[in-house]
């Protein structure tokens, strides 16, 4: 059916809709999906009867039907241009509040692993010309950001123990488990660990590194310094390393769960910081003794120390771009390419290095 043949439930409780933009722009890649449920008119009038007048009115002028469930899909498909949408008319209903809102309460969404793994099978599939979507393309398909792919893919890189907290973390949010609950009956049943601390310290620890953190041996200041350092460098810091290191960490944002700070590059140079452009990165300073990594050419300094201090500051609170990658080591790089880059692309900047 057409959408401007729809008429919104003056009775709708989701009051104000979001990401409207977004969803618009997926609809008109890939069309609507999933139907909108709706109701005849003297269906709706006879369980609103306070509401006639306005739905009369709007016959009048062309509804057919009123929706039930489907409103911000309605308002996007309206934004898109499309002619038509699917339609699922629903006349007997016992309780039209009562449907909604078990249609809002069981529609679950996918825990932050189960998107991941969604996400990685969409970037692995491939169109009839053999192309595989970038994480940028599949994020503008799907209605997201970037960083919410990239996040999601980088908890793929968990062990099963930290894959599962970043799902206890979820279920919390959602209501679903007390902070108190164990889940599956270990110990990683009662850590709580949000998506974006996961993704973007715990994700670049070796394995052993996330297995001792998981055991309560490796604390989040700890954490972040070793994720700085590349894979087969990384062990246990000594206490010194963690009180020397401990200036470094930010803390400022508060979590459920253990607060991970994310490494910011507050070892940059001013130069450095300044030359990083989305998708490319200056070759990253040499590394201090606090942070041991191979050989790399350093990138001259020039700022006085007040404004170099202020640079850092500045690079350890902000949010990183969409796109950027910071150079800490060969190792990172190349697994952070691998993640942005489809194969076609890997091959293309693989003949550029070597011209």
Request: aromatic share 2%; hydrophobic share 40%.
């Given at each position: 059916m ?34 909108v449920?709706v ?5 709706y ?13 709007r ?7 009123v ?49 991941a ?6 970037l ?25 792919v ?24 959602q ?5 108190t ?12 660990l ?21 055991r309560g ?12 350092i590349?894979?087969a ?6 206490e ?9 960490t ?10 991970v700070?994310?490494?910011r ?19 990253a ?6 942070v ?8 001259p300094?020039?700022a006085?120390?007040?404004s170099?201090g ?6 350890a ?11 800490r ?13 489809n ?13």
């Amino acid at each position: 059916m057409r959408p401007d043949q729809l008429m919104p439930s003056p009775e709708n409780g989701r009051k104000r809709l979001f990401k409207i933009d977004e969803l618009a722009e997926t609809l008109r890649t890939d069309g609507m999906n999933t139907a909108v449920t709706v109701i005849p008119p003297d269906v709706y009038v006879d369980f609103y009867p306070q509401h006639k007048e306005e739905v009369e009115a709007r016959v009048a002028d062309g509804a057919l039907f009123v929706v039930h469930h489907g409103h911000r899909r309605l308002a996007a498909a309206l934004l898109a241009g499309l002619k038509e949408v699917p339609i699922l008319v629903r006349r007997e209903v016992p309780s039209l509040r009562i449907a909604a809102i078990q249609e809002n309460l069981q529609r679950m969404a996918l825990s932050p692993l189960e998107e991941a793994l969604e996400f990685q099978e969409a970037l692995e599939e491939k169109d009839e010309t053999g192309q595989q979507l970038t994480q940028r393309e599949l994020a503008k398909r799907v209605g997201c950001s970037q960083t919410y792919v990239s996040h999601r893919i980088a908890l793929l890189r968990l062990i099963p123990d930290l894959q599962q907290a970043t799902v206890n973390h979820w279920l919390k949010e959602q209501g679903l488990i007390d902070s108190t609950d164990a889940v599956d009956g270990g110990h990683a049943g009662r850590l709580l660990l949000p998506v974006r601390e996961a993704a973007v310290v715990l994700a670049r620890l070796r394995p052993d590194m996330q297995e001792a953190f998981a055991r309560g041996e490796l604390n989040a200041a700890q954490a972040a310094m070793v994720a700085k350092i590349p894979l087969a460098e990384q062990e246990l810091p000594s206490e010194q390393a963690v009180d020397d290191g401990a200036e470094v960490t930010d803390t400022s944002e508060s979590n459920d769960g253990p607060a991970v700070p994310e490494p910011r590059g507050s070892d940059l140079t001013d130069a450095a910081a300044a030359a990083v452009v989305e998708g490319v990165a200056a070759p990253a300073p040499a590394p201090s003794s606090a942070v041991p990594g191979p050989a790399t050419e350093t990138v001259p300094a020039a700022a006085s120390p007040e404004s170099s201090g202020t640079l850092s500051t500045a690079v350890a609170t902000a949010p990183e771009p969409r796109g950027v990658i910071v150079v800490r080591s060969v190792e990172e790089l190349a697994l952070q390419i691998r993640e942005y880059l489809n194969g076609a692309e890997l091959q293309e900047l693989k003949r550029l290095l070597e011209d």
